[in-house]
């Protein structure tokens, strides 16, 4: 096991279990104590979690903000899930815009097809595009760190001056009253204007999503056409969706 895929199985299952000893962490991968305390300091730095005594507990989020680097290695498999589905919207010549995000990065990487045209504010997402020889824009903006997302006036006015057939978009949290809402406003004035800008809106989010509300709410259900998700909404919500004309699919059991 290399050492970036054992640090991100150290986060999972930090993650899953709310906290595990190094004792745990070192039987359960088979490498010594030293190794994974090493580890846990590492990504103590990157702040994908926390250090405790003797052992390890999930990051503490700044609201309900998670870092990139610990986003990134939850809910993986349902993630993969949700962007292969979402995948299936492309269509040939397209203008898609692809929101910051763990699980817009999946979508990203689910499509297999390269003749549309990619729009982006998070630069990680535009090189995965370019790489596959998807011709790709980059908004600019201000660099937020801890989302890896492009922000505030130039990011805006490169989404004011341009229209998108397809919009992925992501959300930290989505309630049937609420709506879609974000812990940040910088983030939640950009979501806002990919929404008005776009043709088409889908919305890719796993069910640790449902029912959540953030500090900043960006988007009414009704804005959204397509959900994408890996579980089936509770009865209000899925109330409140079908009252919003929204479809849903994706795996859903």
């Not at 490498?31 to 979690?49: H, N, V, Y």
């Not at 700044?62 to 870092?67: A, F, I, K, M, Q």
């Not at 204007?193 to 709410?217: H, I, N, P, Y």
């Amino acid at each position: 096991m290399l050492p970036a895929e054992r640090k991100r199985t150290i986060v999972e299952l930090v993650t899953e279990r709310d906290g595990c000893s190094v004792s745990e962490l070192a039987a359960e991968l088979e490498f010594s104590k030293a190794t994974i305390r090493r580890d846990l300091r590492d990504l103590e730095a990157e702040g994908r979690i926390e250090r405790s005594h003797g052992g390890a507990v999930p990051a503490t989020s700044v609201g309900t903000e998670r870092p990139y680097g610990q986003r990134e290695v939850e809910q993986l498999a349902e993630k993969q899930a949700i962007a292969d589905r979402a995948a299936e919207e492309v269509r040939e010549g397209q203008v898609v815009f692809f929101d910051a995000g763990s699980t817009t990065m999946e979508v990203a990487r689910a499509i297999t097809d390269t003749d549309y045209v990619a729009a982006t504010n998070m630069p990680e997402l535009a090189t995965e595009l370019a790489d596959r020889d998807v011709k790709t824009k980059l908004t600019g903006g201000s660099f937020r760190p801890r989302t890896r997302a492009l922000v505030g006036p130039t990011a805006e006015r490169f989404i004011e001056r341009t229209n998108f057939d397809l919009l992925f978009l992501g959300t930290n949290a989505l309630d049937g009253v609420a709506g879609l809402s974000t812990p940040n406003e910088g983030e939640a004035s950009i979501k806002e204007l990919m929404v008005e800008q776009a043709s088409r809106v889908v919305l890719v989010a796993d069910a640790t999503k449902f029912g959540e509300r953030s500090f900043m709410t960006f988007a009414d259900l009704s804005a959204v056409d397509l959900l994408v998700t890996d579980a089936r909404p509770s009865e209000s919500l899925s109330a409140a969706l079908e009252e919003a004309d929204v479809t849903v699919a994706g795996v859903i059991p």
